[in-house]
């Protein structure tokens, strides 16, 4: 790593504050954490909540997607109005780093000359030094990496969460699915060893977490690098069984290689939650030949049901393009037939959009807007539908919700609270009137209650205020939580144990926590 310059808060100074803003998934997001505790190792201090919704900051970094064809104009927009902002702030610097600015480089300086640094996905580590190197030199500081520099699960992290966690198992993929620009901007696929893994896991619950989330482009094919075919399955059922972990989710798997092993292992690891995210993409044979997706839909069928089978009550959700080039009225009948029996609890669908530089950018027959946009509004109907009958069957069952910090929505005549139940769903709880102040649960306590109502994107649970379940277990992750709200109050460590900080900002698509 290159010599840093300390910023201005070594020299006696006062510290320069900083805010990441994050657009696109969840690797996105775990490395906006990096770039966080890249930050505050280089003595910079997180701006408040109240500098972050004002855009107030000495250093904000705008951590950026390629997926989606409107992500430049996502940037660009952003940047055309932190112009106006920093002319009236001396001092001030923008940073622009991911996917976006592994992609397009120096072009971002030369469409928009007041932004300081770039870096791209490979070299995350630099970001302290270029906001040196830039305030030195007066000049914009682009550096970006051809290939892997660091690993960045090694980089210093500031969490968002202390009570949840990501754990990066693999970064890079090698696959080459037809619309995706991500093989080309983050590499081929290169896995951690497992030891480092497990450490990361236990670091975490060691801090105060309760729930981990195995994070990588193609988790289940991990194991690749050093030839473990059942890698992924074996990690699973390790990490599950870390002393104090509750819950271990992992996300996104690829159907290709998706093999009962790792069925068995969710369902024979008791900390491993009945939750999957599964990429359908589509559901036509033929467009999935053309995405060079490796598996069929009777596959992918074939997969769920398994699952089923193993863990009855397990909440499926899953990826869909509409609208892919050469895609046909029957291509798009046979997605909502596979949509129909899979019977997802949600689904991130998205429009074709044309990513420059990926093999389906120069397809024939790409798709009238309007052709795209009838499809999609039909597939949301019906999964919506679908949505809400899953949902429904929810109603009565008692559940255990792992108290959010800032999730959903807040009722303002019941007080209800925000969390996850053990199949991710997202649930809406109400507090019984008398509960004392000292009674109310924390971000990371458990929460017991009866589901009451349900909604296509959220379940209601009123037990509390009808004479149904409710009871709060505290766990050392509320305990972790309430340490950091009493003493953090938006600065925090490296590990991001505290509740008040301002963590990174989410924009753009998306994500599952």
């Known amino acids: 790593m290159s010599t840093m310059t300390p910023p201005a808060s070594a020299v006696g100074q006062e510290a320069r504050t900083y805010l990441v803003k994050t657009l696109g998934c969840q690797m996105n997001v775990h490395d906006s954490e990096h770039m966080a505790g890249l930050l505050e190792q280089a003595g910079y201090v997180a701006a408040t909540p109240e500098a972050v919704a004002a855009e107030e900051a000495d250093v904000i970094v705008i951590n950026t997607c390629a997926v989606r064809e409107n992500a430049a104009d996502r940037l660009y927009g952003n940047l055309g109005r932190l112009a106006g902002i920093k002319r009236n702030r001396p001092g001030m610097q923008i940073a622009v780093g991911g996917c976006l600015a592994q992609k397009d480089r120096t072009g971002i300086v030369e469409r928009a000359p007041w932004v300081d640094v770039v870096f791209g996905t490979h070299n995350l580590d630099v970001l302290p030094v270029l906001l040196e190197r830039a305030r030195h030199n007066q000049d914009a500081a682009v550096e970006i990496a051809e290939s892997l520099q660091v690993f960045p699960s090694t980089l210093p992290t500031k969490r968002e969460s202390v009570y949840a966690g990501w754990v990066s198992i693999s970064v890079g993929c090698n696959n080459t699915c037809t619309f995706c620009i991500v093989p080309h901007l983050r590499g081929k696929e290169r896995d951690r060893r497992p030891g480092d893994v497990l450490a ?88 999935l030949r053309a995405m060079r997706r490796s598996y069929r839909s009777a ?25 892919f080039p050469g895609e046909t009225e029957e291509d798009f009948e046979q997605t909502l037939q596979v949509v129909e029996q899979s019977r997802f609890s949600s689904a991130f669908t998205f429009q074709y959009s044309i990513r420059p530089g990926t093999p389906a950018a120069d397809l024939p027959d790409q798709l009238p807007k309007q052709v795209v946009q009838e499809r999609y509004e039909r597939l949301i109907a019906l999964q919506d539908r679908i949505a809400l ?42 507090l019984p009137p008398s509960l004392a102040e000292v009674d109310r649960p924390r971000p990371g306590d458990l929460v017991t209650v009866d589901i009451t109502h349900a909604a296509p994107h959220h379940l209601v649970a009123d037990s509390a205020l009808t004479g149904g379940s409710f009871a709060v277990r505290r766990t050392r992750a509320g305990d972790a939580w309430a340490r950091g709200d009493e003493h953090d109050h938006g600065g925090g460590d490296s590990c991001g144990t505290g509740a008040g900080q301002a963590g990174p900002v989410l924009l753009g698509l998306p994500t599952r926590r």
């Not at 798997?253 to 939650?273: K, L, Y």
Request: aromatic share 4%; proline share 5%.
């Open 200 to 287: 990361e896991v236990q670091a975490l619950v060691d801090q105060g977490a309760i729930e981990v989330t195995l994070l990588g482009q193609n988790v289940n094919s991990y194991g690749v690098e050093f030839g473990d075919r059942q890698a992924f399955a074996k990690l699973l059922r390790a990490a599950g069984a870390t002393p104090g972990l509750e819950r271990l989710r992992f996300t996104s798997p690829h159907p290709a290689s998706f093999t009962d092993d790792v069925i068995a292992a969710m369902a024979e690891t008791p900390t491993v939650m009945p939750s999957l995210h599964m990429p359908l993409q589509s559901g036509s044979d033929r467009i």
């Open 299 to 323: 596959k992918f069928l074939g997969i769920l049901e398994r699952v089923r089978a193993a863990m009855p009550d397990a909440a499926i959700t899953t990826d869909i393009i509409v609208g």
């Open 389 to 430: 009958e899953e949902m429904r069957k929810q109603t009565g069952r008692t559940v255990e919700v792992l108290m959010a910090e800032g999730e959903g929505r807040k009722d303002g005549e019941t007080h209800r609270l925000s969390g996850r139940a053990a199949d991710n769903r997202l649930v809406h709880f109400a």
